[in-house]
């Protein structure tokens, strides 16, 4: 009896401590993907591995900036839900957009997205950019409820040398310091409405394979004169090239790929719910 009674403690003790261990797990794989939609992965597993001060120097980044036009004066009109119904609709498709093309989302600022390639040593970071920033243009252009708001998009794109680190203590975010990414916020603030502006470094990069309009000369707080070009759309020589290269896996389980029929058919079928797309959905997202 004795025996009986110790073997059956060490197997109630086993399935407690089992039972903690799953817990602890189930803790754990939570805590790295709340790092995970804050940080960019590789500096999350940095910080995992107790590294102090993050701070980069990165010599050759494409940063862009995209900020909606009219959104502000639309608030005003909106109730709070409607306003940030609409605004989570167009971020969680910026979002699949910068994960399709293999880039980094930096963070929002009020209505604006702040997005950046490079920081991992993609040697095609410019024209992922620019892909991006075209598909955003059509995205934007294509979508019945912004086109109802009036609302637009203004673009601009910089390249060169950034500074990247990890800040604060509470609320902390991964965030790019520098001339480059000041540059790309004039930019934007200088581009109309449905244009993207890019500086002479990203046209550089791109003539070959992208359509430009002719430069012309802007002035830019802190910088002066400096020529700037407005990206109209890909060649169709440089179509053909992408699509007989491999193509980037994206990830699924996250965001579903944009295309303008589609994203109407979506938006049509739900005519009560502007938000069709929602990144958190359980229909969207695969186990």
């Known amino acids: 009896m004795l025996l009986r009674y110790f073997v059956l403690e060490t197997e109630k003790i086993r399935q407690q401590l089992s039972q903690q261990h799953q817990l602890l797990a189930e803790a754990q794989n939570r805590s790295e993907r709340l790092l995970l939609n804050v940080l960019p992965a590789h500096i999350a597993l940095r910080l995992k591995d107790k590294q102090g001060l993050i701070a980069d120097a990165h010599p050759d980044v494409t940063v862009m900036f995209a900020d909606i036009v009219n959104f502000t004066q639309m608030t005003e009109q909106l109730p709070p839900e409607r ?7 167009v971020f969680s498709w910026l979002d699949s957009f910068s994960e399709k093309h293999g880039l ?11 997005v950046a390639g490079g920081l991992t040593n993609s040697p095609d970071h410019v024209s992922q950019v620019a892909d991006m920033a075209l598909e955003i243009r059509s995205f934007i252009a294509t979508h019945p409820e912004l086109s109802r708001y009036n609302l637009g998009i203004h673009i601009g794109i910089a390249t060169g040398p950034v500074v990247a680190g990890v800040i604060g203590t509470k609320r902390f975010i991964y ?11 004039r930019l934007t603030d200088d581009a109309e409405a449905d244009h993207i502006l890019v500086d002479k470094n990203t046209y550089a990069r791109l003539r070959a394979d992208y359509q430009f309009d002719q430069a012309k000369m802007t002035y830019l707080k802190g910088k002066g004169e400096i020529a700037v070009y407005e990206l109209l759309k890909k060649t169709s020589e440089s ?16 965001f579903p790929s944009y295309d303008p029929s589609s994203a109407q058919q979506l938006i049509k079928s739900n005519p009560n719910k502007l938000s069709s797309f929602d990144p958190t959905s359980t229909q969207i997202l695969k186990d």
């Open 83 to 89: 306003m940030i119904d609409l605004l989570n609709t």
């Open 104 to 114: 980094e989302k930096i963070k929002t600022i009020g209505d604006a997205y702040m």
């Open 175 to 185: 965030d790019l310091w520098g001339d480059t990414v000041n540059t790309a916020s």
């Open 239 to 254: 179509h053909k090239k992408s699509a007989a290269a491999p193509q980037q896996q994206v990830n699924t389980n996250k």
